[in-house]
């Protein structure tokens, strides 16, 4: 059983910078692979990055790639997203998720879910 709080969103320009948060309560925090996905009004929730539990490889959207970095910190059991040179198609309900099973790249592998913190980007 996992409780999963998201903060750090906010309002920035285009070419701003965010880093997200997604904090985690429960004793088996360590043992999950974790990820980002976002959800734009209208649209379905669709995947961002994702980090593993041991080794902490990374994997993440080509649309992200070199402007995003997921980390994790087991020992504050917190998983964060830099967010850096933000562009108008970013801006979404951020959500992190605890992965479970199948496809890390669908949003049904992940059995927990946060509240979700607000992006969004100005002109």
């Known amino acids: 059983q996992v409780q999963l709080v998201e903060s750090g969103g906010g309002l920035v320009q285009a070419g701003g910078s965010l880093r997200l948060s997604c904090a985690a309560s429960g004793r088996t925090f360590s043992s999950y692979a974790m990820g980002w996905f976002r959800q734009p009004p209208g649209k379905e929730r669709e995947f961002v990055a994702a980090?593993?539990?041991?080794?902490?490889?990374?994997e993440y959207a080509d649309s992200v790639k070199g402007r995003f970095t997921i980390s994790r910190d087991n020992a504050q059991n917190t998983v964060y997203l830099q967010m850096n040179n933000l562009k108008p198609e970013d801006p979404a309900v951020y959500y992190c998720?605890?992965?479970?099973?199948?496809?890390?790249?669908?949003?049904?592998?992940?059995?927990?879910w946060g509240q979700g913190t607000q992006v969004t980007v100005s002109s």
């Open positions: 998720g605890t992965y479970y099973s199948g496809s890390y790249l669908l949003s049904g592998s992940y059995d927990y």
């Open positions: 980090i593993s539990w041991k080794h902490k490889s990374t």
